[in-house]
């Protein structure tokens, strides 16, 4: 597609289930990352993905969060046994080239989180 | 460590006033900067962004410069309209810090006609 393509785009659950999120990133971009921004908050990163490196995990919350990306391209970010906190708005941003300091991120235009 | 501190908010302007908002940034190397908006209920976009020491960048009537010297990147904007109430985030990129992108709190701003 054109742009970053997250879905779902809204998500209602009950507090201990699991949830998936899932990020399309701009075919060719090869930087991944995720963000999670909570209401009237800015953005907090959680992740990032560079080719085939490791990724950088060093924002995830606890250990009820992880994200994959398979052949370079999808990501899932998984959140278990979710709690309310968990509630937010969950950003997806690719980039063509994480070497380099001056691309650009795009954004998705995020999955909406609600744990009841 | 890097990071980003931007002008709180939100702030509210009539059309056509002048806006300004504050960025200033602390880094280990030599970062590029960024601007981004949200408008309602969107994901954030790129407004402009500029990548070394008094690069000017500009897009949709908005500029900020690139000031090293003052470890800044105000956003600025001569005549509001009604269509840019949106949050605006100022961001870095340092390639020194792996390519993390950091990104300020976000402004709000509404204008009003």
């Known amino acids: 597609g054109a742009g970053v393509s997250q879905s779902p785009s809204n998500k209602v659950t009950e507090k201990g289930k699991d949830v998936e999120l899932r990020c399309d990133p701009i075919s060719g971009h090869t930087a991944l990352y995720w963000y999670r921004q909570s209401l009237g908050q800015g953005l907090e990163f959680l992740i990032y993905f560079q080719g085939n490196s490791a990724p950088d995990k060093s924002g995830l919350p606890s250990d009820r969060f992880s994200a994959e990306r398979t052949g370079g391209s999808v990501s899932t970010l998984t959140i278990q046994r979710t709690q309310q906190e968990d509630s937010a708005v969950y950003l997806c941003?690719?980039?063509?080239?994480?070497?380099?300091?001056?691309?650009?991120?795009?954004f998705g235009d995020g999955t909406r989180l609600s744990i009841l | 460590g890097d990071s980003v501190t931007q002008m709180e908010g939100p702030v509210t302007l009539s059309e056509e006033a002048f806006l300004t908002i504050n960025c200033t940034y602390t880094?280990?190397?030599?970062?590029?900067l960024f601007w981004y908006v949200q408008y309602p209920g969107e994901g954030l976009q790129l407004l402009l962004k500029?990548?070394?020491?008094?690069d000017k960048g500009s897009n949709k009537g908005f500029e900020a410069t690139y000031r090293k010297e003052t470890t800044s990147f105000h956003l600025e904007k001569g005549s509001v309209q009604v269509s840019d109430s949106a949050v605006y985030f100022c961001?870095?990129?340092?390639?020194?810090?792996?390519?993390?992108?950091?990104f300020g709190t976000g402004t709000s701003l509404t204008v009003i006609p």
């Open positions: 500029a990548t070394k020491a008094d």
């Open positions: 961001a870095l990129s340092d390639r020194n810090t792996g390519n993390q992108f950091y």
């Open positions: 941003a690719s980039s063509l080239e994480g070497g380099l300091s001056n691309q650009p991120q795009h």
């Open positions: 880094a280990t190397g030599y970062p590029s």
